[in-house]
C-alpha cells in the first residue's frame, strides 16, 4: 500500500511549456484534490474530484487543468506555464466525498518555470 | 475564499516545554483539522475535532474548539525535537478546505 505517489518530484519548465504532474493513490479514495504551496502561505486548493469522471474549481484552478478518468489516478496539467507557477504542488485525497476525515497526501512535486 | 490565521506564526521553544498554537477561522464549520509539515515533506494528519466538540486528546495532543469565537488551538505537551515542523489548521463546511498560514515550531534539544 503506497498512498499517494506523486511524480516528478522536481521539474524545471521554461515560460509557455506544457507539462503534467502524476497523481496516484492505490486507497480506493473517492476524493482527490490538487494543493499549491508558496512560501509563508498555506495550501491553496487548485482542483478537486469527488469520483471518476467529477471535477470541479478550487480556489485557484487559472492555468491548471484536471481530469479523472479512474478512480486512482489525479493529473494536474499546465499548458503554458509561467513563473508564477512556480511552487510546491501536492495532491491529497480521502475516502468518500465529504470534507470530514483526513486527507493523505502525497510528497510533492517541487516545479519552477525560468 | 479566506485562509485562516494562525498564531504565532514562528514558535522557539526548549524539549520538555509545551507549545500552544492557535487558529482563528470566518465561517461556520462541521469539523476542523490540524496537520504536521516537517521541512520539504507532505502532510501528515494529527487529530480532527468535530463541531459539536470542545476538546479532544491524542498522545501529547490536546485540541480545543471554541465556535463561538471561530478559533481552536493546539497543544502539544512535553515537547520533542522530532516535533520540529510547520503545524496547520485547516477547516471548512464544504469540498474546498482552507488551510492556515501555519506555525512554524522549532523545538531546541
Known amino acids: 500500500n503506497a498512498g499517494v505517489t506523486q511524480t516528478p518530484k522536481f521539474q524545471v519548465l521554461k515560460t509557455g511549456q506544457s507539462m503534467t504532474l502524476q497523481c496516484a493513490q492505490d486507497?480506493?479514495?473517492?476524493?482527490m484534490s490538487w494543493y499549491r504551496q508558496d512560501p509563508g502561505m498555506g495550501l491553496r486548493l487548485i482542483h478537486y474530484?469527488?469520483?471518476?469522471?467529477?471535477?470541479d474549481q478550487g480556489e485557484v484552478p487559472n492555468g491548471y487543468n484536471v481530469s479523472r478518468s479512474t478512480t486512482e489516478d489525479f493529473p494536474l496539467r499546465l499548458l503554458s506555464a509561467a513563473p508564477s507557477q512556480t511552487s510546491v504542488y501536492f495532491c491529497?485525497?480521502?475516502?468518500?466525498?465529504?470534507?470530514?476525515?483526513?486527507?493523505?497526501f502525497g510528497e510533492g512535486s517541487r516545479l519552477t518555470v525560468l | 475564499s479566506q485562509q485562516g490565521e494562525e498564531d504565532p506564526q514562528a514558535l522557539s521553544i526548549q524539549e520538555g516545554e509545551n507549545a500552544t498554537m492557535n487558529c482563528s477561522y470566518k465561517?461556520?464549520?462541521?469539523?476542523l483539522q490540524w496537520y504536521r509539515q516537517n521541512s520539504g515533506r507532505g502532510l501528515v494528519h494529527l487529530i480532527l475535532?468535530?463541531?459539536?466538540?470542545r476538546e479532544k486528546h491524542s498522545g501529547r495532543l490536546r485540541v480545543t474548539l471554541d465556535t463561538s469565537k471561530k478559533s481552536s488551538s493546539l497543544l502539544i505537551t512535553a515537547s520533542r525535537a522530532a516535533d520540529t515542523a510547520s503545524y496547520f489548521c485547516?477547516?471548512?463546511?464544504?469540498?474546498?478546505?482552507?488551510f492556515g498560514r501555519g506555525t512554524s515550531l522549532i523545538v531546541h534539544p
Open positions: 474530484s469527488v469520483g471518476a469522471g467529477i471535477t
Open positions: 475535532i468535530r463541531s459539536n466538540e
Open positions: 491529497a485525497s480521502k475516502p468518500g466525498q465529504g470534507l470530514a476525515g483526513e486527507l493523505f
Open positions: 465561517t461556520s464549520i462541521n469539523n
Open positions: 485547516v477547516f471548512g463546511g464544504s469540498y474546498i478546505p482552507t
Open positions: 486507497m480506493n479514495h473517492e476524493y
